[in-house]
């Protein structure tokens, strides 16, 4: 479906929502004017009414953040969410599923009447259709801000904390992300990483997505400038693996986090493979595995439980 085309049923959906409710409403009364807060987004700077009722999340980055501080959204990409880390809004049947980033269900996302759609990150592409729903904003983590992915991160706790009043909880989530890199940069200093993905079975270079984490600790990715592919298999062999041997290695399993169904775990990948079997990482233990829903949450707590298992796993 062209973008011409998504935009336009996405505006039509609206169009008919609202005016549906205008049918039926009291004469309008002027209100005072809804207190706002400026923001930085990826698209600019950008003015968005403090408090909102009614927020469809969208942005895999920002729900945990909103869970923890008992936010229940109107809708949400039910597919993409970590079934287990959020079944409270996925057993939720008054939130609208939205679909996924593969197949935006724009219908669905207008009749939820969201004040606020938090987009970005999956649903990138689609700002200026979700635009014609409702206010949208692009306050997703990535890897082109300025100071890096973590310190977007820092970027994103800040914004929600203004937009729904919780400053001072916002302060205390960065604390603990700040604490947490302290730690592990600390306990790393320096060492050599390889930064693995299995996907589809296969142990790959997971650099593209998890080079944040070596980048903000200072460690020494030994395929440096090599970020591979994590939707692919980009022909890495575990020889090449093997033959660098880097001190430690940092796994998402990327399955696990898909929930593909008899997927082989990512330790049995790894430490079955007899090509690994001699190199330090392997025979030291010297492995941390992420968090099995890490690919679908990514998000500043995610980044904080991930850096605190590396600052254990290397201090002991």
């Known amino acids: 479906m062209s973008r011409a085309i998504r935009t336009t049923i996405a505006a039509a959906a609206a169009i008919a929502l609202l005016a549906g409710c205008s049918a039926n409403a009291a004469p309008a009364e ?13 698209l600019g700077e950008v003015q968005v009414e403090v408090l ?7 942005d ?29 809004w996925v057993e939720d049947e008054s939130i609208a599923d939205v679909g996924t980033h593969r197949e935006p269900d724009f219908e669905a996302l207008a009749e939820a009447e969201p004040d606020l ?27 082109e ?29 960065i604390e603990e992300l700040d604490a947490s890199v302290e730690a592990a940069t600390e306990a790393a200093a320096g060492q050599s990483v390889f930064l693995g993905i299995v996907n589809g079975g296969k142990l790959d270079n997971g650099a593209e997505r998890i080079s944040r984490l070596s980048d903000a600790i200072d460690m020494t990715d030994v395929f440096a400038g090599e970020a591979g592919d994590i939707h692919q298999d980009s022909g890495l062999a575990p020889e090449t693996i093997a033959q660098a041997d880097p001190d430690w290695a940092i796994v998402l399993d990327r399955d696990a986090g898909t929930g593909t169904e008899d997927a082989q775990p990512a330790k049995q990948v790894i ?40 600052a254990q796993a290397m201090a002991d």
């Not at 909102?52 to 969208?58: D, I, N, Y």
């Not at 493979?273 to 829903?293: C, K, M, S, W």
């Open 30 to 42: 002027t209100d005072a004017a809804a207190e706002t807060v400026t923001v930085p987004s990826n």
């Open 52 to 58: 909102p009722e009614r927020v469809a999340v969208l």
């Open 60 to 88: 895999n980055t920002a729900m945990e953040t909103l869970l923890a501080w008992g936010i229940t959204p109107v809708a949400l990409p039910v597919q993409l969410v970590a079934p287990e880390r959020f079944a409270e």
């Open 117 to 143: 759609i938090i987009g970005g990150y999956r649903f990138g592409e689609y700002t200026e259709d979700l635009e014609a729903i409702a206010p949208t904003i692009d306050i997703a983590a990535n890897d």
């Open 145 to 173: 801000h300025e100071g890096g992915y973590v310190e977007a991160l820092r970027q994103q706790t800040t914004s929600l904390g203004a937009i729904f009043e919780r400053e001072d909880e916002a302060t205390a989530i």
């Open 271 to 310: 430490e079955g493979n007899p090509a690994l079997a001699g190199t330090r990482f392997v025979q030291e233990g010297h492995i941390v595995y992420l968090e099995d829903d890490f690919y679908r949450t990514e998000g500043v707590q995610a980044y904080t439980r991930a850096f605190d298992q590396v």
